[in-house]
């Protein structure tokens, strides 16, 4: 394969101006569109050497037959033509949004002569004030239900409400007093407006206002001893109240933000949005973004946003975990998002949390992303026919002869060279078997490849054994028959072994394959940078398809053996530390977690010197003197 491209254009044709530019197959669909501050800069990394591109870029660029580009005045004319060409092209090399459910809004149709609230998922609706989203349905209608009960307006539809203005009686809400009753009367519109304008403001952030006119209201009722208007008043209250404990406070008041938070890997990334409004959450959101392409958490956060306010009016403040490189171009397209009174655009300020309360909030997001990617890859790996997919594509894809049924995959961790172990996990049908995992303590290894080597020979001399020696053998009582064991688990060979790394690490597992003299299974090797499938005594990797069920179960499989390994060389140092340090008199262990929580490693713990031992908290210099002379052995 040639190293350069054959549609490259000459460096004198790009211009130096910003821009978007268009990959095209040669069927002229678009592959990829993105943007640029400098076109010639930006297309250059695109024209690199192919060796020295990403896999999933050199990918894209081997599948286009030809570039194109467009020359605009300003870097936000850039991202608005860049937005423009997403959405009416679905390049599907760009970043694909996984979200498959329509959140559900609490809408206030502002444009109607007697505005109504009501629950919705078109939140296209002219002239209407959205709130939300939220995250299910009937958290919509439990805070419309509380709500009504302090500011009772419409919430029938447009039919009931010309019916009642026909009759002259009010509709079903209106005779329960769950509305004042613009439709009969009761309340004239300009009335009912203003209790509107007031649901609205309360949604809105303007909390402690009503409250403490709602508590007023009641005390002056009971003074005048007008029970029955106290009552209504404690009932709104209590309403309001009730509002109020459902919406966390998070951050001071009045302020109005979304906070974005996100968790990716390789192949996908899960955002996890809170909408903060008068400092309370007032609704959340989560999807899942499909990453063709590699790009890191600023790019991440540029698409991100894009989606997410596409046709909605964003807050005045955005907090994200990176910022892009595009961030000023980018508040201003979010800003003429947000138009002033007189048309003009708005402010938008996009920043990261730095520290306090909103670093704290992010926190809270960020673990929430983790969750959701998580249960995303739970979900995918537990679908039945997901997995029997994915099967059957490694099978086609490494060229075996029947479908991995059982795999086993091999990982090696250690700590700057010392604490070297290894883990092997096993996957059945596509399902993890954590019964038959095992772990490995290596000694004397200079390297990754070499500890390859020993775990894979040491696991297969297991399979080597005869049955007499390992898992038949026999148990005889007296002179009664003689009945064979089960056959161990750990026995049963696999038809497909992965190991943690590329060509090296593929290349050792292989050799202690072939001298073991166990046939019949096949090798792989996964390398994490790329995600590329390694196969023994080959020039090029295999490229599983971006997003596919096969890609994903190799790599779940991968990073399951990592963090099995991670695990148990984290509880290896513990118990290292801790055996040497309980030789210590007056040293237990609650005194051990003290110093580790101090030091924050046993590293550091090592370099210390007795003073500084003695500065941690119920040990003294005697006993840090102890301590010195035992690690310093």
């Known amino acids: 394969m040639a190293d350069t491209l054959s549609y490259r254009p000459k ?83 760009n970043v694909k949004f996984r979200d498959d459910k329509t959140y559900p809004f609490l809408a206030i149709t502002l444009g109607d002569e007697a505005p109504r609230v009501m629950v919705t998922r078109n939140h296209r609706i002219k002239g209407a004030r959205y709130f939300g989203p939220y995250p299910k349905i009937w958290a919509v209608k439990d805070t419309i239900d509380l709500m009504i009960k302090a500011f009772p307006i419409r919430t029938c539809s447009d039919s009931s409400y010309k019916h009642a203005i ?27 407006r203003a209790i509107v304008d007031d649901f609205v403001a309360f949604m809105a952030g303007g909390d402690k206002r009503f409250v403490t006119a709602a508590t007023k209201r009641m005390r002056a009722a009971a003074e005048r001893q007008d029970y029955e208007s106290a009552a209504r008043y404690r009932d709104q209250l209590q309403a309001l109240e009730a509002v109020l404990a459902k919406s966390a406070v998070v951050l001071r008041d009045g302020v109005d933000a979304d906070l974005f938070a996100i968790e990716h890997d390789e192949l996908a990334a899960s955002v996890q949005q809170f909408i903060v409004r008068g400092g309370r959450i007032r609704g959340e959101r989560s999807w899942t973004v499909d990453k063709e392409i590699d790009v890191d958490t600023g790019e991440l956060v540029d698409s991100i946003l894009q989606t997410a306010y596409d046709g909605e009016v964003p807050p005045r403040e955005i907090i994200v975990p990176a910022l892009p490189d595009d961030a000023d171009e980018l508040e201003t397209w979010l800003g003429e998002r947000r138009p002033k009174r007189d048309g003009s655009a708005g402010k938008v300020s996009l920043h990261t949390a730095q520290r306090g309360e909103k670093a704290a909030l992010m926190q809270t997001a960020t673990m929430n992303a983790k969750n959701n990617l998580m249960l995303y890859k739970t979900r995918r790996s537990s679908d039945f026919v997901a997995r029997s997919q994915a099967l059957t594509d490694i099978q086609e894809a490494l060229g075996m002869t029947d479908a991995p049924l059982r795999m086993e995959c091999y990982d090696v961790s250690h700590l700057q060279g010392t604490n070297i172990v290894a883990s092997m996990v096993v996957f059945e049908d596509g399902l993890a078997r954590k019964d038959q995992y095992r772990r490995f303590s290596i000694a004397d290894s200079t390297d990754d490849t070499e500890s390859i080597y020993q775990v894979i020979t040491r696991r297969l001399a297991y399979l080597k054994q005869e049955p007499d020696d390992l898992d038949d053998q026999v148990l005889q009582s007296g002179e009664g028959p003689v009945e064979p064991t089960k056959r161990k688990k750990f026995s049963y060979p696999p038809n497909l072994l992965i190991v943690d790394g590329g060509q090296p690490q593929v290349n050792a597992a292989a050799r202690a394959l072939e001298e073991s ?6 090798l792989a090797g996964i390398a994490k940078r790329l995600e590329e499938v390694w196969l023994p005594d080959t020039d090029y990797p295999v490229i599983l398809p971006r997003g596919s069920e096969a890609l994903f179960m190799i790599q779940r499989i991968r990073d399951e053996a990592h963090r099995f390994a991670i695990t148990h060389q984290r509880n290896r140092r513990k118990r290292d530390i801790g055996s040497v340090l309980t030789e210590v008199p007056g040293l237990g262990p609650s005194r051990v977690r003290e110093l580790l929580r101090h030091f924050g490693s046993v590293a550091e713990l090592k370099k210390a010197d007795a003073a500084a031992i003695a500065e941690v908290k119920g040990i003294g210099p005697v006993l840090a003197e102890s301590i010195h002379t035992v690690l310093s052995q």
């Open 11 to 93: 460096a004198g044709e790009i211009p130096t101006q910003p821009g978007v530019y268009r990959f095209k197959d040669a069927s002229g669909r678009v592959l990829y569109v993105g943007k640029a501050k400098n076109l010639r800069a930006r297309l250059s990394n695109y024209f690199a050497p192919l060796r020295s591109l990403h896999e999933r870029t050199r990918r894209m660029v081997t599948s286009a037959a030809g570039v194109e580009w467009t020359v605009v005045a300003s870097d936000v004319e850039s991202l608005q033509l860049e937005y423009t060409w997403i959405k009416e092209f679905n390049p599907p090399f």
């Open 166 to 192: 026909q009759t002259g009686r009010p509709c079903f809400p209106g005779q329960i007093g769950r509305c004042g009753g613009p439709c009969s009367g009761r309340v004239t519109i300009e009335e009912h």
């Open 517 to 522: 003299g166990v046939q019949g299974i096949f």
